[in-house]
């Protein structure tokens, strides 16, 4: 396991990363285990495309979620679909 540095910055706290470990995207997803204490990052894919073709080739058990938690209602905002999007994966 690397160590590297954390920086403040105004209410920011930057991870200086080596470069051996960064990744190829403008942004990415941070993930929290505050049990362990852990953090991780991903990158944040440039389009949903990939994961709706996926969804759309999986076989899903009806029993998996309930109805509100397999159609949940999506906010509107600066990472959200457009209303044709919404309705192509459901």
């Known amino acids: 396991m690397r160590k590297t540095k954390l920086v403040t910055a105004c209410t920011n706290e930057i991870v200086c990363q080596p470069e051996v470990s960064s990744c190829d ?9 505050t049990e362990k204490e852990d953090v991780s990052r991903s990158p ?3 389009t949903w495309d990939d994961f709706f073709l996926l969804l759309k080739e999986t076989d899903v058990p009806e029993d998996f979620l309930c109805p509100a ?3 949940p209602v999506i906010e509107t905002g600066s990472d959200s679909f457009d209303e044709q999007d919404k309705t192509d994966w459901i």
């Open 69 to 71: 938690e397999r159609h």
């Open 25 to 33: 995207a403008e942004e990415i997803f941070i993930g929290e285990n």
């Open 44 to 46: 944040r894919p440039e």
